[in-house]
């Protein structure tokens, strides 16, 4: 696609469910990354992919957080038993081979009430 | 934690005057990169500068970096209201490859018309 998309654009859910966020990268783009952004802060990383393999999954803030990449395409976050800390918007931003400029998605809106 | 710090944290100016926003780092760095971001969004690249560059110009944008106090400043020149956004400076320490990008906390711009 043009450019990166994210799904859904918002989503609420009741604290204890779980849910899944997807990322569609630019075609060819190797690295994938995913962050998290509360409330007017910054960008805080949490996992970075290469290809299909992530070499770094320290940014991950429990193990209730997982993601995966296939085909070195789309990638999902999946959040077990949201908690209401968990609501912030997540970014997914991905870059082609070893240029540096990231090309971020719209984010996805997540609150859990 | 964030390894960028942005200042001021927020900003506002009249349309047609000059911003300034700052970036302060704290290791060494492979290169150093602004984002804007409209409305809790998605960020869009600015402008790169690598770690044996000093100053960079794109437009009305130009980028400072001084290595040896780890700081790095953002001028947009006559700025206008379309301008308003948050600011956050990238850096991507030499430590990590070339993968890691770690965010500021960002400035957020208000330019009144």
């Known amino acids: 696609g043009a450019g990166v998309s994210q799904s859904p654009s918002n989503k609420v859910t009741e604290k204890g469910k779980d849910v899944e966020l997807r990322c569609d990268p630019i075609?060819?783009?190797?690295?994938l990354y995913w962050y998290r952004q509360s409330l007017g802060q910054g960008l805080e990383f949490l996992i970075y992919?290469?290809?299909?393999?992530?070499?770094?999954k320290s940014g991950l803030p429990s193990d209730r957080f997982s993601a995966e990449r296939t085909g070195g395409s789309v990638s999902t976050l999946t959040i077990q038993r949201t908690q209401q800390e968990d609501s912030a918007v997540y970014l997914c931003?991905?870059?082609?081979?070893?240029?540096?400029?990231?090309?971020f998605g719209p984010g996805t809106r997540l609150t859990v009430l | 934690s964030q390894q960028g710090e942005e200042d001021p944290q927020a900003l506002s100016i009249q349309e047609g005057e000059n911003a300034t926003m700052n970036c302060s780092y704290k290791?060494?760095?492979?290169?150093l990169q602004w984002y804007r971001q409209n409305s809790g969004r998605g960020l869009v690249h600015l402008i790169l500068?690598?770690?044996?560059?000093r100053e960079k110009h794109s437009g009305r944008l130009r980028v400072t970096l001084d290595t040896s106090k780890k700081s790095s400043s953002l001028l947009i020149t006559a700025s206008r209201a379309a301008d308003t956004a948050s600011y956050f400076c990238?850096?991507?320490?030499?430590?990590?490859?070339?993968?890691?990008?770690?965010f500021g906390t960002g400035t957020r711009l208000k330019v009144l018309a």
């Open positions: 290791t060494s760095i492979n290169n």
């Open positions: 500068i690598r770690s044996n560059e």
């Open positions: 992919f290469q290809g299909n393999s992530a070499p770094d």
């Open positions: 931003a991905t870059r082609q081979g070893a240029i540096d400029t990231q090309y």
């Open positions: 075609s060819g783009h190797t690295a």
């Open positions: 990238a850096t991507v320490p030499i430590t990590s490859g070339t993968y890691k990008y770690i």
